[in-house]
């Protein structure tokens, strides 16, 4: 299996070397008369693909934090309604063990 994914590596590297190399031209980008830059059109691919996965790890790290605030909210109830359910079954469980002893 390892070797399944190294080469899959190998074949996924191989592409993107392959891709910066057919894709080396200048792209100019300017913002108003502010910002003005010159970068391979290959870099401004990869860097907005880096933003997008930086984003969206974010997102899933916000996700993730809200999940975890709503189990530990359930986890709690539960918690909760166990207590309730025993302290309701409690003086039952006493009754029926006491009238078992008065008919023996």
Known sequence: MKVIYTIIAVLFIMLIVTFSL???????LKYLDLFRVTVPAYMLIFVCFLIGVIFTGFLGLVERFRMSRTINRLQKQVRDLKRELRAQEGPHLLEEESNRTEKN
């Open 22 to 28: 057919m894709n080396t031209t200048p792209v100019e």
